[in-house]
């Protein structure tokens, strides 16, 4: 859950997500949810000269399980934040 909350807290910030299949895409980061699948909106497309029949997409669905990356704007992440967060949820007892 801890970056499920970090990736809701970016919500509205400019992102680039690279799927596996190596197609590079930049958008406004609209939602995100549990299992990471991310919403985006303002779509464009990194290499449109390799996918032009992509570049009339405005908004897309990215199913989390064919991100490979997800690049974040640096100014916008507190990795001081995230760390104390994860010391947090590891001195957490687990549930089962």
Partial sequence: MLFYSFFKSLVGKEVVIELKNDLSITGTLHSVDQYLNVKLTDVQV?????YPHI??????????????????PPDDVDTQLLQEATRKE???PRKE
């Avoid at 570049?55 to 974040?72: D, E, K, P």
């Fill in 55 to 72: 570049q009339s997409v405005t908004s897309a669905f990215v199913r989390g399980s064919v991100i490979r990356y997800i690049q974040l």
């Fill in 46 to 50: 990194l290499d449109s000269e390799k």
């Fill in 90 to 92: 590891i001195s957490q």
